[in-house]
Structures are given as C-alpha cells and as structure tokens.
C-alpha cells in the first residue's frame, strides 16, 4: 500500500522554467514531509521538508507547497537548471514516527 | 549524505551464499535505519537500529534478514541464502537522534547482484 504517491514518473523541462513534481498522500494525520534528491549510484539527500502547520517552505530556487484539504504537496525548482536533472522523492513518517515512507520517484531531466 | 559509509558498494552473490553489508554512521549518529530500493520502486523501511538494540524490524522479510548494530564497528544487515529477488540497493541512513521532525543521511548504498 503506497502511503505516498508520485504518478509522473518522469519529467522534462528547459534549463531556466520551473519543473513542478507533484506528490500525494493517503493519510490525513501525516504531518511532515521531505524531499530528497537522488543521483544514480549515489545515495538521497535531503532538499527540503514541510511541516503541516504551514503551507509553503522556500529555500533558494526550491519551494514546497502543501494542499492539506487536497492531500497534495508539490515541489518547485525555479529557474530549473541541469544540475537539477536527478530523481526526485516524497517522503513522510510512517505512524511509528521514525521510518520514513518514500514515493517512487519522479525523474526530472533538465535540458539546456 | 557525507559520512555515512557503506561498503561493499557493489556484491555479487550466487543463490544460497551469504551477504553482508556494512554500515558505519555519521561521527556522533547513534540511530541507523536501513532501507531497500528495488528496480523501479521507491526506498522501503526495513529496520531500524540504536547501538545493541533494534527498535523496529517492522519491514524486514521475515525470513532469512538479520540486522545488528553493535556497541562497537558497524551495523550489519546480513541477509542469508540469497535469492535473485534479493537483488537490489541497499541503503543505510543515520540520524543524531530518533527522527520525527528531521532528515535522515544517507549513504551511497551497497548494490546486490545475485546470480
């Protein structure tokens, strides 16, 4: 069962728009989420988070939006550059509050 | 994700044999989670560990997976009698305390191949 969901698998954009990945969530009660950013054959690192108390974090050119009513959470990257190009994932605790629960991923490659 | 070191990065195993995989945390990391990332799929919990206790196992398989983080060296996730649907990334992450409102560091993963 996939608390956390990401249905684009994969995303273009052109080096200087705004790539927008998109995630969703199955449980009301989540109340923190992450995302990570992942190369290949490295391991993820953290990007940025959102505590539910809040519907916006920016840092930089990264900005996480959260739709509590909608269950939804976006993260945008403006402007996109092709060092961005890497696979992104959602993340939330799981009940237990220590075991994170990942979404698939969403591919995003930057083109220049 | 500096710092937390895994190794092997790459192990090839053939059906039956034995696979270790090490993990030494962040310098003052006493937490260790280990996570699983099969082809095409998102990283799934599978234990999680303080020094000499594991604290949730919850995603372990539960048969043939071991985990350990002892008093001294490394954590080690053993899993026994491989199969091909062992193969996969495995990921090793550590936090300076229990998280609930933080991130976690990952490390570069140890890649299984069984043949």
């Known amino acids: 069962d996939q608390q956390v969901k990401q249905n684009s698998p994969s995303l273009s954009v052109q080096e200087g728009r705004i790539s927008i990945l998109n995630c969703d969530y199955t449980?009301?009660?989540?109340?923190?989420f992450l995302w990570y950013k992942k190369y290949p054959a490295e391991g993820p690192t953290f990007l940025i988070s959102?505590?539910?108390?809040?519907d916006k974090n920016e840092d930089g050119r990264f900005t996480v939006f959260l739709n509590k009513s909608a269950k939804h959470l976006s993260l945008h990257i403006v402007p996109s550059q092709p060092g961005d190009s890497a696979v992104y994932f959602c993340a939330t605790f799981s009940n237990s509050g220590y075991a994170l629960n990942f979404g698939k991923g969403t591919s995003l490659l930057v083109t220049p | 994700n500096a710092g937390v070191m895994q190794n092997p990065r790459h192990l090839v195993r053939r059906r039956g044999q034995e696979a270790r995989l090490r993990c030494s945390p962040m310098k003052g990391h006493s937490h260790v989670y280990w996570y699983r990332q099969l082809p095409e799929e998102g990283l799934k919990f599978m234990v999680y560990?303080?020094?000499?206790?594991?604290?949730?196992e919850s995603g372990m398989p539960k048969e043939r997976f071991s985990a350990e983080f002892p008093k001294e060296g490394p954590s080690i996730l053993r899993i026994q009698q491989v199969v091909r649907g062992d193969s996969a990334a495995y990921f090793c992450?550590?936090?300076?305390?229990?998280?609930?409102?933080?991130?976690?560091?990952f490390g570069e993963g140890s890649r299984l191949t069984v043949l």
């Open positions: 560990l303080q020094k000499e206790n594991i604290i949730d």
């Open positions: 449980n009301s009660m989540f109340d923190y």
């Open positions: 959102i505590s539910s108390i809040k």
């Open positions: 992450a550590s936090s300076p305390t229990a998280t609930g409102a933080g991130e976690l560091f």
